[in-house]
């Protein structure tokens, strides 16, 4: 992969603030906090969970089976980062802490929209020191073998912006969504859009609805009440905020993954079909190339 790693003009930040954010667990449904605070330069973003350092880069990624990204490190694993890290990133935060009480990420709703006004609101700052940021030489193509038209198409800019195309069945659709680097596209763009069913539930038989609630326990016996968002194969059953909703999730959920490179990339990005599997994979290849070109010069 031609990728190289350049000093940048552009300014590290971190928050001024520390704050306490407390939500639910998807998993187990009990309250959970963490912690956020200032961090100093070239620290990155990093997790703290029952005493263990755990940095948010692509080699501590685990690979679960629930639609969600998790990390680990010396045994302890951590579960749900992704929106929180897609609010990160999205904001253009370079260090921060983040001490968890639990296993699990605290969560509001199925959105990153909680993060980002938390993170706004401990005001986002500059630091002294300037950004190191991925460029890319040439165009560059990762695809899973599996899945015949996923990719993700990378090519030499000198900012960066993300198109997306996901096809869903009916009633979610088609839809190409953008996010164009700033955080003024994430927050009116991006943050708000929640996580959804990836296929229909029948309201007359919820054998299927149940056995998803035995998995994320925080989901109400009513789907119609769910936070995340639940249909069937004739429409909807949580009202959308744009038709596209579930589209700009993905979006999220590919920045939120793509965070884990460790970097900013200076790039245009167009990905295809995206997913978790398929985003963490992205996110260990860059990160890889990176490390290696790192350790080389
Ligand atoms: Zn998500």
């Not at 790693?5 to 449904?29: A, M």
């Not at 990378?154 to 164009?180: A, Q, R, Y």
């Not at 900013?264 to 990005?269: C, I, N, P, T």
Request: glycine letters at 6%.
């Amino acid at each position: 992969m031609k990728l190289k790693l350049i000093e940048s003009r552009e300014k590290q930040r971190t928050v001024k603030k520390k704050f306490n954010f407390r939500g639910f667990s998807f998993f187990s449904g009990e309250n959970v906090s963490m912690i956020c605070e200032p961090s100093k330069e070239n620290t990155g973003i990093v997790f703290y969970c029952k005493g263990v350092r755990i940095p948010a880069i692509a080699e501590n990624i685990k690979l679960v089976d629930v639609h969600t990204t998790a990390l680990t490190k010396r045994g302890v694993d951590i579960l749900a980062i992704e929106h929180l890290m897609a609010a990160i990133w999205g904001l253009g935060i370079d260090n921060l802490i983040i001490r968890l009480s639990s296993n699990v990420v605290p969560a509001q709703s199925g959105s990153a929209e909680e993060f980002t006004k938390a993170l706004l609101k401990a005001e986002i700052v500059e630091q002294e020191e300037t950004r190191q940021v991925v460029v890319f030489d040439e165009s560059t193509t990762i695809t899973q073998p599996e899945f015949k038209s996923r990719f993700a198409k990378f090519e030499p800019f000198d900012k960066f912006d993300i198109k997306c195309f996901v096809p869903f069945l009916s009633p979610i659709g088609e839809h190409t969504v953008f996010f164009n680097g700033s955080a003024k596209s994430f927050v009116r763009d991006v943050c708000w859009a929640r996580t959804f069913l990836r296929s229909p539930i029948d309201i007359n038989d919820l054998t299927k609805w149940n056995g998803i609630r035995s998995v994320f326990k925080v989901l109400p016996e009513d789907p119609k009440k769910s936070p995340i968002i639940t249909f069937t194969e004739r429409g909807f059953l949580t009202p959308l905020k744009k038709e596209d909703e579930p589209a700009r999730h993905k979006l999220l959920d590919l920045i939120g993954d793509l965070a884990l490179v460790g970097y900013r990339l200076r790039v245009k990005l167009t990905v295809n079909e995206p997913g978790h599997k398929f985003t963490h994979l992205v996110a260990k290849k860059i990160r890889s190339s990176v490390v290696a070109k790192k350790n080389d010069s």
